[in-house]
């Protein structure tokens, strides 16, 4: 196949609605559970449970530690599986009862008083590490086969649109009910909460994967690499080094503000009732979403996706100082400009590592996007688990007073600095970081369609050897 122009889209490269939809609300229950992990954890663990403040500090180090390979392996032997629904729906299908599982368990444990503070912390750990290799698996496999639906770079975009249309929702339930059910003194309720996401995130994903077709010709053609030879293709690609870079920004903002929220809201406006400020965070985030994705849309169909994603960063980490910086309840402005540029930010470097699985195959002649995802895990989910560690140390440098008998303590100056600095400034200085280091991606302009022209050819081939083989989806 042969491309004429960078703005035609072969027709077999199209999606239709039905499965775009059927692809995105896989996203749903799965984001929603690893979200509610992400901003309730700690404060979960440290003021019901309570577990001390070093503990937990102590669980994210070696969780850090521990979880680091998981996405290499997991992506690795997903391109290497060979079955005849293809080597992504499997895991699908298959893991994600235990994702639910996994999820049920990490708030199950009992007290402190119950099992002491040792039994609490290895809860915490080895519940923790269940959930990430089974999120990992089922991630690395979501992810790889959202790319492989379409080969287009325009039509992977709007892919991501109707993953952020659920991803709306997820976030709003992921920061307001978990926040109305501590707020209780009981854990019932919320344990029932999250049986019920739990029972969300399995329902979702088996959408996804009883409905979604994968192309058989990557499963059943390729010759996967080694993991040792798989592992320097990816590491040496300079198109993938950049993104990655950008990716661990997002895994670790993501994290930080997650797990910052609910003390940022409240001991920073601690004289406002949590609802009002819920509110006012929710309606900037929204419309500045709702804006910014029309806006960010437009540009990357004229400018293309590198411009774009430069454009999105540098507004959220403007976003992001602004939170921290601007006084009293006028920070809450600072998310019209997060969400201003969150599609951007969080849709736009999954389809950059897609282009980069383009380039990959033109280099190698195997198409490897779960390596690759893998890879760029190494590095995005500890950076997550890091956003732990940063948000524990916050917490000791700018001596946090820990709730006496589950009643909050008044907050120092100092103290109210740290939650600024550890929720805004530090964070969004990142992420400008993060605007210079992705100005070197080398995947637009003439290079691109130069690679696309070779890799569409290289796939006309593959269906021709799978047709031989009369081997039928």
Not at 27 to 56: A, D, H, M, P
Not at 143 to 153: I, R, V
Not at 423 to 445: D, E, H, T
């Amino acid at each position: 196949m042969s491309l004429n122009h960078h703005d035609s889209i072969p027709l077999e490269e199209k999606v239709d609605i039905k499965t775009k939809l059927c692809y995105a609300v896989g996203s749903f229950g799965s984001y929603t559970v690893f979200t509610i992990f992400l901003n309730s954890v700690i404060i979960f663990y440290r003021e019901k449970l309570l577990l001390q403040s070093s503990s937990i500090l102590y669980a994210f180090t070696l969780y850090t530690i521990l979880n680091a390979i998981n996405g290499v392996i997991f992506g690795w032997i997903s391109d290497r599986t060979r079955t005849r629904k293809g080597r992504r729906i499997p895991y699908l299908k298959y893991l994600a009862p235990f994702l639910a599982l996994s999820f049920i368990l990490i708030w199950i444990s009992p007290l402190t008083r119950e099992i002491g503070e040792l039994g609490v912390f290895f809860w915490l750990l080895l519940t923790m590490i269940f959930f990430d290799i089974c999120y990992n698996t089922t991630n690395m496999a979501y992810s790889a086969l959202g790319q492989e639906l379409s080969m287009d770079n325009k039509e992977r975009v709007n892919i991501q649109v109707y993953i952020m249309i659920f991803g709306i929702f997820s976030t709003l339930i992921s920061l307001i009910l978990p926040l109305s059910f501590l707020e209780d003194p009981g854990r019932e309720g919320f344990i029932i909460f999250v049986v019920l996401l739990a029972l969300i995130q399995l329902l979702t994903m088996w959408i996804t994967a009883f409905t979604i077709k994968e192309r058989l010709e990557f499963s059943q053609i390729d010759e996967p690499l080694g993991i040792i030879e798989s592992f320097r293709y990816t590491i040496r690609n300079k198109s993938f080094l950049s993104t990655v870079f950008v990716n661990f920004c997002v895994g670790f903002v993501q994290a930080v503000i997650f797990g910052n929220i609910f003390f940022f809201i409240n001991y920073i406006y601690i004289n406002y009732p949590s609802a009002l400020i819920l509110a006012l965070i929710g309606i900037f985030l929204l419309s500045g979403l709702f804006l910014g994705t029309i806006f960010l849309l437009k540009l990357n169909k004229a400018r293309g996706l590198k411009y774009t994603l430069l454009r999105s960063l540098a507004i959220i980490g403007i976003g992001l100082i602004m939170i921290g910086v601007l006084p009293d309840i006028f920070a809450t402005f600072g998310f019209f400009l997060f969400g201003f540029g969150l599609f951007g930010f969080m849709g736009l470097p999954n389809t950059a590592l897609g282009a980069v699985a383009d380039e990959d195959e033109v280099n190698t002649g195997t198409r490897r996007e779960a390596a690759i995802f893998g890879v760029s895990a190494l590095i995005t989910k500890p950076a997550q688990s890091l956003a732990g560690l940063f948000i524990a140390l916050i917490l000791l440098l700018f001596q946090y007073q820990e709730p006496i008998n589950g009643v909050q303590q008044p907050q120092s100056v100092f103290t109210l600095l740290g939650f600024r600095l550890g929720m805004g400034i530090i964070p969004g200085i990142i992420v400008l970081v993060s605007v210079y280091v992705f100005s070197f991606y080398p995947l637009y302009g003439e290079y691109l369609v130069e690679i696309k022209i070779k890799m569409y050819d290289i796939h006309e081939e593959k269906k021709k050897k799978l047709e031989s083989l009369k081997i039928k989806n």
